[in-house]
């Protein structure tokens, strides 16, 4: 060793002097290193601060090297373990040990074992480099690298074991095989990152849609004539068919009381017709007969019903999905007068209905040619018009006859079994519509 004013230059194991500089560290350890391994787990372990205080900044690639690099992985490991920030520099070729954001030892010796038996030198400046523009360029070098994650070291451990094995002999192989790991694992937690969100974003719109059918339902001014709540379960019928009884005294088809405006409304529901029906908290909707008494049929894929807009004779059918694309629950399919029900080709609408609002999610064409185009040129403009489509609105949802019905009775199909459900009577784009929950 030899000394001056300006500082130490070591042409021997640098490892004591980082160790001592490690013991008085006050504030902060940083290493940088391209090559490391458990010399370094060693090294920041004679350090007395929080592991949040010791930060490593390394490049975990295979590409600059390979003969260690199985023991690199496994430092890294016990690093993150432990507490220690280790992150990620592409060709990071510098050896630094920076204490408290001034002290610097810089040099040729990796923070490796096998290198306190090499032949290297270490420069130790005398004086603190805190304001210096080498400790700048290390600080934004540091800034720049990206946190390795554990899930990716734990990954790489596992997934490199066998180009580990041959790795003097199959470095392009290795690096290959580093890149593709971690892409593989960047894109598989983008997409659990993506699937936790939708998930999320889910459940928020569940939970709001739910809030919102409690908010409508509480908010209906109408109760059935001479009852205050109206309740019904699953019964079996006369026929060992399932039906959806109201309690005695229920009339499901008569509802009063004083609207928003405080005038008296009466809602009557036509027999025979069926009605929209709101099952929550799951949102599920369908058409239903509704009875004085019962409800003994609902029906979520009716068609066939003529509509005319802008002076054009149309006809749709409609769809009550359950867990349709975020969460639509009614789709209204339009197509020329012309078309055979049920055909693919049209114009489609997808309706996510809560009870207070039926917000439009999607729409579009639905297969090709001249006469979707057609549609999507007639849709287009009413797609920025709400009166338009409040008018479409009410169209859809209003009660239908449902000419030459026959179906067998499904009402324990849509509705649960063994649960007391409460009805209340909403109106909505002018339409008669039942919230069951």
């Not at 350090?47 to 490049?59: E, F, K, N, Q």
């Not at 066939?304 to 004779?313: H, L, R, Y």
Request: glycine share 6%.
């Amino acid at each position: 060793m030899t000394g001056s004013v300006e500082g130490e230059f070591l042409a021997a194991d640098a490892y004591p002097q980082w160790k001592r500089r490690v013991k008085a560290a006050q504030k902060s350890v940083r290493v940088y290193s391209p090559y490391l391994d458990d010399l370094v787990v060693r090294l920041l372990g004679n350090s007395i601060l929080l592991a949040g205080c010791l930060s490593v900044v390394t490049d975990p690639s295979p590409e600059s090297g390979t003969h260690t690099y199985r023991r690199q992985l496994l430092a890294i490991r016990r690093l993150l373990n432990e507490g220690v920030e280790v992150r990620s520099l592409p060709r990071l070729h510098a050896k630094v040990l920076l204490v408290d954001g001034a002290s610097v030892t810089v040099g040729s010796q990796n923070f490796t074992s096998y290198a306190r038996h090499s032949k290297e030198t270490t420069a130790v400046p005398a004086l603190g480099m805190s304001e210096s523009s080498f400790v700048e360029t290390l600080q934004r070098w540091y800034e720049m690298a990206e946190p390795v994650d554990l899930g990716l070291i734990e990954k790489l451990l596992d997934e490199l074991a066998e180009p580990l094995q041959t790795a003097q002999a199959a470095n392009e192989s290795l690096t290959t095989e580093y890149e593709k790991a971690v892409a593989d694992y960047r894109e598989t937690q983008r997409l659990l990152e993506q699937q936790r969100l939708e998930r999320a974003a889910a459940m928020a719109r569940a939970e709001a849609a739910a809030a919102a059918l409690l908010r409508a339902a509480a908010a209906s001014p109408y109760s059935p004539v001479g009852q205050e709540v109206a309740h019904a379960s699953l019964t079996l019928d006369s026929t060992c068919n399932w039906t959806l009884m109201a309690d005695p005294g229920v009339d499901l088809t008569n509802w009063s009381g004083f609207d928003a405006s405080g005038r008296w409304d009466a809602i009557k529901l036509e027999r025979l017709y069926f009605y929209p029906v709101l099952l929550g908290p799951g949102m599920r909707m369908a058409f239903a007969r509704v009875g004085r008494t019962r409800i003994t049929y609902t029906f979520r894929r009716p068609h066939g019903f003529d509509v005319t807009i802008k002076d054009i004779p149309l006809r749709f059918a409609l769809s009550c999905p359950d867990n349709g694309p975020d969460d639509a629950n009614l789709v209204v399919t339009f197509h020329w007068r012309s078309q055979r029900d049920g055909d693919s080709h049209g114009y489609q609408v997808s309706f996510r209905f809560d009870g207070e609002r039926a917000e439009r999610i999607a729409e579009g064409p639905i297969g090709s040619g001249r006469g979707v185009d057609l549609l999507t040129t007639l849709f287009q403009p009413i797609s920025e018009d709400p009166e338009e489509w409040g008018a479409i609105l009410r169209t859809v949802l209003a009660p239908k006859r449902l000419e030459g019905f026959i179906q067998k009775k499904n009402a324990d199909s849509f509705f649960p079994h063994g649960k007391w459900l409460r009805i209340n009577a909403i109106r909505f784009a002018g339409t008669p519509v039942l919230l069951i929950q």
